[in-house]
């Protein structure tokens, strides 16, 4: 099943994409069982970014979550100023940051949940919620002014 079109993210990665229905569920595991996180080489992982690590196709990095979203954040690069507090505080690690610079969204894994845009200090926001359908590039260019306090 494939939800491209009004999707942003790339939702072809379910479980039948991955030949994957004759396999247990996770409540079938047996216990104590150990599944890779990575193919092949693991030890250097953590000093990889997350593009250039080779998942399995069992680590949730490889599952898009963006058909669960009914909202999504909205950045603006031009009033951020990379403080990192979204970064710090998104519970899906779907912030994309390198070298200390907001670089942008991970739809495919951001949930929708609001937190960054809610942690974001700058007047005005530079993370902003929308409609999941709404356009980002008309959003950006009827972002709202500064609040005088
Ligand atoms: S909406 Fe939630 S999941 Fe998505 S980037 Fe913001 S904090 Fe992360
Ligand atoms: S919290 Fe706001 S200002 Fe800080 S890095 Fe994120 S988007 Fe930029």
């Known amino acids: 099943m494939s939800m491209t079109g009004s ?12 030949g994957a229905e004759e396999k247990v569920g996770w ?3 047996t216990q104590g069982v ?3 996180s990575f193919v092949g080489e693991t030890k250097n992982a953590a000093f990889l970014t997350p593009e250039e690590r080779v998942y399995n196709d069992f680590n949730s990095y490889t599952a898009t979550v963006a058909s669960w979203r009914i909202i999504k ?10 403080c990192q507090n ?6 899906d690690t779907s912030i994309i940051s390198r070298d200390k610079q907001m670089l942008g969204i991970d739809y ?13 200090p700058t007047n005005p926001k530079s993370l902003l919620m929308f409609n ?3 356009d980002n590039d008309e959003e950006l260019a009827a972002w709202p002014v500064k609040e005088k306090k």
């Open 7 to 18: 999707t942003p993210g790339n939702d072809n990665r379910g479980i039948r994409e991955l």
């Open 132 to 134: 999941e359908q709404a």
């Open 73 to 82: 954040p909205v950045y603006n690069r031009d009033i951020c100023i990379d």
């Open 86 to 91: 979204c970064w710090v505080w998104c519970p």
């Open 34 to 36: 150990a599944l890779n």
């Open 27 to 29: 409540d079938e595991v």
């Open 108 to 120: 495919d894994h951001c949930k929708g949940c609001g937190v960054c845009v809610e942690v974001c």
